[in-house]
């Protein structure tokens, strides 16, 4: 035990005045962070309110403005609101936004390979391995070259990995390519050069204008996206007959778009939270999507009476094959285009091969439980 007197008292005002210092400087920092008082950012999405797209836009809003504390405070505004949905790029670039929600395909007219972020087969990826080769494979950096070629003036953070998307509402089954032939066909990005070289001649809408199109015979016939989202836009009103499975977009996410001058601006510890913020959506998203959309494929066959078909193997086959004649088309045309296309393809060929070797197909599984025999009825 230290004795009282004088080195002890000397010792003891040494440490208050530092145990004071420091706590002083800790009660200094949050005063001046709350007086240069939150962000604020005014947000657009390409989708209407209603639409679960609409949803993921509001849970990557909620994610930043609850990890941050309330310091950055993002406002979603529906398709619309102050841009049409095509225009996000433009008004995000300008500033007229602070940031958006979308997908790159959107600006499939700015530059063509924009629309590689989603639109086409994929070189048979999935979207959540298509994330991949832009996370890890070189996309990230294709993509800034990609937008500095245009001037875009935005930071983009592709996420969210949809699953493979429907070949499209008929009015009755499509059997053949010849059957596409001549109908007025909604789509966007590839696809519409995919589809027009099936003989349909398209008309690129946003989401929230097909059904109208469709209800006025502006269209024959049109695709979207998923289960739920066509369902609550009202696809079932205007069409009984739904194609699963395609490759016209099998592989494709959103983008979280923000103004790169305001994006700059941001501290460093915010840049970090939304980084962040876009992985956790990205995983929630595909979480959600799984139980929002195996929910309404249910409810569009018992509540809505509509009839699901298979799209047929020649089709598929035939996407394929004009897809291809697209691709070197535009690669001869566009070089930011060929180099993108052939990143894709490098990455596409190893990780591809380890899927297809490593995880089983599990029709086998499904069959046993859920088929004729229903094992899962016996446990």
Known sequence: MTKPGKGGTSSRRRFLKVAAAGAAAT??????VNAQGPISMRWQSTWPSKDIFHEYALDYAKKVNDMTGGDLKIEVLPAGAVVPAFGLLDAVSKGVL??????????YGKQTAL????????????????????????G??????????IGANVVSFPYGPMPTQPFG??????????????LKFRTVGISIDVYSGMGAA??????????????RGLLDAAEFNNATSDRVLGFPDVSKVCMLQSFHQN???????????????LPDKMKAI???????ASADMSWKAIDRYSKDYVELQTKDNVKFYKTPDAILKRQLEIYDDVAKKKSAENPLFKEIVQSQIEFAKRATQWEQDTVVNRRMAYDHYFGPNAAAKKL
Do not use: C, R
Request: hydrophobic share 45%; charged share 20%.
């Open 27 to 32: 009660v200094a920092t949050p005063t001046i």
């Open 274 to 280: 939304i980084a962040n913020a876009v992985d956790a």
């Open 251 to 265: 592989a494709e996410q959103f983008e979280i778009m923000f103004n790169k001058d305001k994006y700059n601006a």
């Open 169 to 182: 509402w008929f009015k009755k089954p499509v059997a053949k390519v010849e059957d596409v032939k001549g």
């Open 98 to 107: 602070d940031g958006g929600h979308g997908v790159l395909v959107y600006h």
């Open 140 to 149: 990230k950096e294709l993509l800034e070259k990609l937008y500095a070629s």
């Open 115 to 138: 629309a590689l972020w989603g639109s086409g087969p994929g070189f048979a990826m999935d979207a959540n391995m298509l994330l991949a080769w832009h996370k890890y494979g070189g």
């Open 202 to 215: 398209v008309n690129a809408l946003p989401g929230g204008e097909i059904v109208a199109a469709m209800d």
